[in-house]
Nanobody
Framework: QVQLVESGGGLVQAGGSLRLSCADS????????MGWFRQGPGKEREFVAAISRNGGSTSYADSVKGRFTISRDNAKNTVYLQMNSLRPEDTAVYYCAARSQLWVSPDRREYRYWGQGAQVTVSS
């Protein structure tokens, strides 16, 4: 069973940084590829970044390339999203998700387990 809990959200000024964490309380974290998605006000949930089971492969949405970095620590059952140079348009609820496959995917339909979400607000 996978249970995901996000933390690290908050309010930040444009240009600032935040790091989101997503911890899994189960024992099979390393069996899952992980992804971050976000949903802004009035918008559909969209792909942000993903990382393979062993961390060797990553993928990013064009809108966050060069600003966000996804990483994982399988010993701590945790995936991270380092967000730099934040913009007001990055304001959203950020969700981590787990996919029981080796490789990354930007398709939210392929992720079975989801966290409860963490609010990130970027002020201008």
């Amino acid at each position: 069973q996978v249970q995901l809990v996000e933390s690290g959200g908050g309010l930040v000024q444009a240009g600032g940084s935040l790091r989101l964490s997503c911890a899994d309380s189960g024992r099979t974290f390393s069996s899952y590829a992980m992804g971050w998605f976000r949903q802004g006000p009035g918008k559909e949930r969209e792909f942000v970044a993903a990382i393979s089971r062993n961390g060797g492969s990553t993928s990013y949405a064009d809108s966050v390339k060069g600003r966000f970095t996804i990483s994982r620590d399988n010993a701590k059952n945790t995936v991270y999203l380092q967000m730099n140079s934040l913009r007001p348009e990055d304001t959203a609820v950020y969700y981590c998700a787990a996919r029981s496959q080796l490789w990354v995917s930007p398709d939210r339909r392929e992720y079975r387990y989801w966290g409860q979400g963490a609010q990130v607000t970027v002020s201008s």
